[in-house]
């Protein structure tokens, strides 16, 4: 089935055509590309507010029911770790599976279980809590995966030419997700107790299921020949997939940590805790479509967007403490400035790694089309697992050792080492093609010269 609104199929993105054809693209959406729309925002809005959630208020709750700093990270973590194993089931198997169903499946499941965690709290404490969070929390990492996984691989078949684009506009959506979660769930905690906010939030995901059933086109495909391995041993794809977990670790980190930094530092009611994430998760929103327009327009700009984006954020969490080698007072405006600084890196960092991909495997031979799209959402989605994996787990266990200031300079490390590597893959891919035209010029110039004396 070809690309509703685009008759001559998908193109990679990038190309000559990509600029010229964004406004085009847009000014003369189908009914089904607007259906897609609607269908990707609503998931990412409900699946961001139900991930985000728990940050004000559960690392207390859970320290009340016996869990430490350390697990209450690997609680966290967890949910990135299944995400991570079944992002890479459900990206090769999402044309077998279906990505419609795939896709409605992924939210049901997902509204479910946020229900179940409401009720975590009539559960004993210690082992049996412990257990059973780590149990629903990886059930709805795995139905997260398949909703995130198949509504990428739907919205780059339906927009080829704007992927970047699109993208960046619907992480509007992830980012007001991740801005209502935390002071939503924290006002709904503070006034009704624990079971309030999963099962409200839970009940709106479950509401857009039949709405979604309804307008999500079908797209019919065929299996294709590549694996996740020749994907990823690309090395400009390898590197790309790096510099998605470092991101994906900076975001995690946050999430056990920051509330416990400030409710101790700044002694905040946990209401207002919530709205200290709104630096980071509102700035990103804002500038995510910014920068997925400019990726689209200007492809030669989006790799040094990837590394400038992580550049940046290394810098913050040098300042998020700040380390204590800076001698500067930690203040709350001082953080929230931070917080918002890095939120627009992010934005700038992470929006033009898929079109990065997306363009370097149709340059390496995959073929065009939904299975392709497939392996690039699952690689996508896999890596940032691994990373919001890493970055509670180890955020968790820094902060008990060392301290929040001085794991907050540990992780930006992670952000600094994957934007010099991926910075140094492009200045010697750039050093590698001049040299190569160079030689192209002189070998051209070497036949002509050959060729004049029997032109004569």
Known sequence: METPGDPEGPRPPGGEDSAGNASETSRRLSKEQLFVLVSAASMNLGSMMCYSILGPFFPKEAEKKGASNTVIGMIFGCYALSDFLASLVFGRYLVHIGAKFMFVAGMFVSGGVTILFGVLDQVPAGPVFIAMCFLVRMMDAMSFSAAI??????LAKAFPNNVATVMGSLETFSGLGLVLGPPLGGLLYQSFGYEVPFIFLGCIVLLMVPLNMYIIPNYDADPGEHSFWKLVSLPKIGLLAFVINSLSSCFGFLDPTLSLFVLEKFNLPAGYVGLVFLGSALSYAISSPLFGLLSDRMPHLRKWFVVLGSLMIAGCYMFLGPIPILHIKSQLWLLVLVLVING???????????????SCAYENGFEEGLSTLGLISGLFSAMWSVGAFIGPTLGGFLYEKIGFEWAAAVQGLWALISGLAMGSFYLLEHSRKRRSKHQNILSTE???TALLPNEI
Do not use: H, Q
């Open 149 to 154: 996984t198949a509504s990428s691989s739907i």
């Open 344 to 358: 627009i890196s992010a934005g700038m960092s992470i929006i033009p790694t898929f079109p990065e991909i997306l």
């Open 446 to 448: 070497e036949e002509r």
